[in-house]
């Protein structure tokens, strides 16, 4: 909230002229320079780079779930004997001509494993791609309330510049009077560059805020405003979450495919085995016969031991993060719960702070005009007055993290928005 303490009726008189002079164009800029609101950014989330990936990936794990069902393809072969040699084998009289079909044959549980496998994979994949759309969610949650953070940081910065410099020109007064030392007022007017200085910082904050807000929710133009706010928002309160949290779902379904993919390495280390069936044709008689054969490879040099070895090693590191992210998933939605509670108190506080220390620059104010309070005193009370103001943004920035914590574990978007 940003006060007018002490300030001549003249000059807010003009600042009405001001805006009431102000053309039409200017104030449909304006109006373009506004950020779209959260909700309306929340629902761009599938065409965000990052959420395009993570379902990009996920397709690609459906689609190799897809090829891995397919049937091996049938080998067609031709084969000419017994011509062009010597004797009666001169020529192609004694010729004899084979056409063959040779098919492998996935025995022992090979296909089934590999399938298995490849689903197991395309549902962890499908997990993560609903994880990185609430961590988005999360990151464009955190991106907004920072812009509109340093928004309201530059605007408390401007209104400190103007009560450091009513509070500077009250004291050259009482220089001029001879009621203050001369040093008192060098003191103001170095107060009132500090303040300068801290303004051309905070608008230097506020412009890279906006441009990360404009970059990382690909907006067509830069953005000098945010559309609604999310600093004043109140969380709503978390239910009882019966499922697992997000990342204990994926951790399972990271598990489930490595288990699944020991399977097919131990399946691996059996023989492969192909049938064949074909028609040879004798040029000697002109008679025909059908061929059949099996072909059965041996594991005498390749078992696949190395294989089973490293799929037991990456089911084994699966258990470990499932197992991890049990620990950390429950511990960290009870902190997140508590942090988010404790910054609603905060926030509560710190509204109080700002209108307990508005009024007491106000009483100090009108006591140092009156001459019953000295400028340090003015100062001390103005400094709490611009601390509670910042404390009270810090507080609401610091609750929409906790919402986007617990938001993310309980995989959903901040503030109960979704798409």
Do not use: C, H
């Not at 500090?194 to 906006?210: G, K, N, Q, V, W």
């Not at 000098?224 to 990342?247: F, H, I, M, W, Y």
């Not at 594991?299 to 991890?324: K, S, V």
Request: aromatic share 4%; proline share 4%.
């Amino acid at each position: 909230m940003l006060i007018m303490l002490g300030r001549p009726r003249w000059t807010v008189g003009l600042a009405v002229v001001v805006l009431a002079m102000v053309s039409p164009a200017w104030a449909m800029q304006a109006a373009t320079d506004s950020a779209p609101t959260y909700e309306s950014l929340i629902e761009r989330l599938d065409a965000m780079p990052s959420t395009l990936e993570a379902q990009a990936l996920s397709d690609a794990a459906q689609a190799r779930a897809q090829q891995a069902a397919a049937l091996p393809n049938p080998t067609l072969s031709y084969d000419r004997e017994n011509f062009s040699g010597s004797g009666p084998y001169s020529g192609n009289r004694a010729a004899e001509n084979t056409l063959a079909v040779n098919q492998p044959l996935e025995l022992w549980g090979k296909r089934r494993a590999r399938i298995q496998a490849a689903q197991s994979e395309a549902l962890a994949a499908d997990l993560r791609a609903g994880q990185q759309r609430w961590w988005s969610a999360g990151q464009l949650a955190q991106v907004y309330s920072a812009a509109e953070a340093s928004e309201r940081r530059y605007a408390l910065a401007t209104e400190a510049l103007s009560l450091i410099e009513q509070d500077a020109q009250a004291v050259a007064a009482l220089v001029r009077e001879g009621r203050e030392a001369t040093l008192r007022s060098v003191q103001a007017q170095s107060e009132v560059e500090s303040a300068r200085a801290t303004l051309d910082e905070a608008r230097a904050i506020r412009d890279a805020a906006f441009a990360r807000l404009s970059a990382w929710a690909m907006l067509p133009t830069p953005v000098a405003t945010v559309g609604n706010s999310l600093l004043d928002r109140e969380p709503k309160a978390s239910l009882v979450q019966t499922n697992d949290p997000l990342s204990v779902q994926v951790a399972q379904a990271e598990l489930e495919a490595a288990s699944r993919l020991v399977t097919v390495e131990k399946r691996r280390a059996l023989p492969d085995v192909s049938a064949a069936v074909g028609l040879r044709r004798f040029e000697e008689t002109g008679d025909d016969a059908m061929t059949a054969g099996i072909t059965l490879t041996v594991p005498l040099f390749d078992r696949n031991r190395g294989g089973i070895r490293a799929a037991y090693a990456d089911q084994r590191a699966a258990e470990a993060r499932l197992t991890a992210q049990k620990q950390a998933a429950y511990a960290d939605r009870l902190a997140a719960q508590a942090t988010l509670e404790a910054s609603n108190s905060r926030t509560r506080a710190a509204d109080s702070g700002v209108a307990a220390a508005e009024e007491a620059y106000r009483l100090s104010r009108v006591g140092f005009d009156a001459g019953r309070i000295s400028q340090l005193e003015l100062r001390s009370s103005r400094a709490a007055l611009i601390a509670a103001r910042n404390a009270a943004v810090d507080a609401r920035q610091a609750r929409v993290m906790a919402e986007i914590d617990l938001a993310l574990l309980e995989g959903r978007a901040p503030f109960g928005e979704t798409p």
